[in-house]
């Protein structure tokens, strides 16, 4: 079976990091654009970042910009968000996505989803 897997969630302090890692198995990841997404309670689903196939494009939400990086290794099937400088706005579930094609960083563009895993920052 086909899964994405999320891990290293968790709570931290504002101003501190986590790497989230978003793990693929049942099929190559490398094949994929990958997406990071997060929904707050009460809040649509947003963008955090997005990265082509070969990681040779990436794109981030102005909120992250500067704090968060994306980067994948496709001989482990793994993507990773590296994210510092955390803020309680970050607190959310964080999901990541496989779609396609590197065209608009969207949760509609990305069909195929992760459990998500919880990030709370908090003093």
């Known amino acids: 079976q086909s899964q994405l897997v999320e891990s290293g969630g968790g709570l931290v302090q504002p101003g501190g990091s986590l790497r989230l890692s978003c793990v693929a198995s049942g099929f190559t990841l490398g094949r994929y654009a990958i997406g990071w997404f997060r929904q707050a309670p009460g809040k649509e689903r947003e963008e955090v970042s997005c990265?082509?196939?070969?990681?040779?494009?990436?794109n981030y939400a102005d909120s992250v910009k500067g704090r968060f990086t994306i980067s994948r290794d496709n001989a482990k099937n793994t993507v990773y968000l590296q994210m510092n400088s955390l803020k309680p706005e970050d607190t959310a579930v964080y999901y990541c996505?496989?779609?396609?094609?590197?065209?608009?960083?969207?949760?509609?563009?990305?069909?195929?989803w992760g459990q998500g895993t919880q990030v709370t920052v908090s003093s």
């Open positions: 990265i082509s196939s070969s990681g040779g494009s990436t």
């Open positions: 996505a496989a779609g396609l094609l590197f065209s608009r960083c969207v949760p509609s563009r990305f069909p195929w």
